[in-house]
């Protein structure tokens, strides 16, 4: 259960807890657009309307470029993604026009991070702000961005051919880049099945929680999934009708 992991997109569904966070104190409203906290992020005209919502962000409905993958992985940390990102999309153009297309995007969750550290009062980053206000609170004490000495004892190891590989760094918070365990998985499951409570302390309103959880597929002209999925905000799928024989509910991000 002590076994840290990467958990790759899964780390998504913090991102969007933090947004909620922020929005519950009246920092910002997902609906707000983008440059209002990220006042550096521009593109290429393309389109009359290029305005983005930080709910846009969340639901894989910017119609940004996917994902830009230099330095997004290494096996030495990189703490220069999130400008390079900036200025990549600074030099590149929607895809699409807005409210046309619902689709995976990782450049999306790296401008959360700076919505996040805009938003704030305290001048955190992404990754301070997330583990002081989510991790610490429910006591994720092996989940983080960056391992320390003794966590990377505890990180599950690669072996490719026989031989153990290098650990890897992944230099992109909101999108990608957690490592947690099982342990602090489950306490992360316990608040948001306590719809924003943990052991009595309430971390996010049961508002945002069901806002989380919303299905927002209706907000755009076509939905690049299988039928039967439903996306939340950071959820990749919020209703999975293999369940609904039993009368449950599934909520997922893998």
């Known amino acids: 259960a002590d076994t840290i992991y990467r958990i790759a997109s899964c780390s998504k569904t913090f991102a969007s807890a933090a947004v909620m966070q922020l929005q519950d104190a009246g920092l910002l409203s997902i609906d707000d657009d983008v440059t209002n906290t990220v006042p550096a992020f521009s593109l290429l ?11 846009e962000l969340l639901a894989h409905q910017a119609q940004l470029p996917g994902c830009y993958f230099r330095h997004a992985d290494s096996t030495t940390p990189y703490a220069g993604y999130y400008d390079l990102s900036l200025a990549l999309l600074a030099e ?3 895809i699409e026009p807005r409210g046309f297309l619902e689709k995976y995007n990782n450049n999306g969750f790296t401008l ?6 805009g938003a704030n009062t305290n001048g955190l980053d992404y990754a301070g702000y997330a583990s002081a206000r ?17 966590q990377t004892n505890l990180l599950a190891k690669v072996y490719r051919n026989g031989a153990l590989a290098p650990d890897e760094q992944v230099n992109t918070p909101g999108s990608g880049g957690a490592y947690s365990t099982a342990a602090d998985l489950a306490r992360y499951a ?10 009595g302390v309430t971390i996010l309103s049961s508002n945002a929680v069901a806002v989380l959880w919303a299905d927002q597929s209706d907000r755009v002209a076509l939905v690049n999934k299988e039928g039967y999925a439903k996306s939340g905000l950071g959820w990749d799928q919020i209703e999975d009708t293999s369940f609904a024989y039993a009368g449950k509910r599934s909520e997922e991000h893998t």
Do not use: C, K, W
């Open 190 to 199: 316990r608040f948001l099945l306590g719809y924003g409570t943990h052991d």
């Open 134 to 150: 989510l991790f610490a609170p429910m006591g994720m004490s092996n989940t983080t961005f960056r391992l320390t000495g003794g």
């Open 112 to 117: 959360i991070e700076g919505v996040v550290a």
């Open 92 to 94: 590149d153009y929607l």
């Open 45 to 55: 005209p393309r389109y009359p309307d290029q305005a983005i919502t930080i709910r």
